[in-house]
């Protein structure tokens, strides 16, 4: 999808720098990578706006990767053969916004997107150069797609889950579609008078565009300020009888 007239006026029109920032996009869409994906689709407007501000951006389906069951940065180490995590956790740790995609399933995200969110939870109990949580200084969003009830509901886990880890969340930082509920057109399929489903609705685009420019704002503030000051959220200040080594402290 190419963005909307309103959408690349808003886009052109904006003199703020962002060409420094780097964004990364996962979706945890069900199915396999050589499958369309409708949270792809919607994916695909976020990440038209961003490289409109000349934001460096990364696209993942998490679909593609072995993601081994655990909270462990790197589940090799405890038992499973096989993890991809250590192959795109560097793509986080690297950008300044991070946004997962996701479709409903059953009124939740889907079991990929739950499994995302514990492995960004596999680094809790790591630390910046300052000593606060890791992901200090990033901030998140949400995109949902379905066919039925549930964008806020996904959204209210999902981003609770960023917040708890250490990614900042601005306002409005969700956005989805649903079609009608049951079978029918996800975000867009191709409609029987040629348009595609959800491209014309105000709402997701303005929800969309609004999702994607306040991630660029708070972005661009924290990065500016050189993150959160180091006083009072500082992990290392605390001891809290937590065994040197173990890495999901819950005394947080």
Known sequence: ???????????????????????????????????????????????QIFEHQGVSTKRHRLSA???APGVYPDMTEHGWEEDDWPTLSPDVFE????????????GEKSSIAQTFI??????????????????????????????????????????????????TIPPQADCGWIGPAGPGPSYGDQ???????????????????FMAFNLLHAARMLKDAGGYPAVGNVRTEWDCGVKPGWPNPEYR
Not at 22 to 38: D, G, I, M, R
């Open 65 to 67: 990767y072995n993601l």
């Open 118 to 167: 514990e492995k960004l939870y596999a680094h809790s109990g790591e630390t910046n150069d300052k000593g606060q949580y890791r992901f200090y200084g990033k901030v998140g969003g949400c995109v949902v797609t379905g066919n039925e009830d549930g964008i806020k509901h996904v959204g209210m886990g999902v981003l609770y889950s960023m917040q708890h880890v250490g990614l």
């Open 95 to 106: 950008a300044d916004i991070v946004v997962l995609g996701t479709p409903i399933w059953l």
């Open 191 to 209: 409609q029987d008078d040629g348009t595609r489903a959800g491209f014309d609705n105000e709402f997701t685009q303005r929800n969309t565009t």
């Open 1 to 47: 999808m190419t963005l909307s007239d309103r959408q690349t006026q808003i886009s052109e029109g904006c003199e703020i720098d962002f060409s420094d920032l780097k964004a990364v996009l996962f979706n945890a869409t069900l199915k396999p990578p050589a499958e369309a994906s409708h949270t792809d689709t919607l994916l695909d407007v976020v990440e």
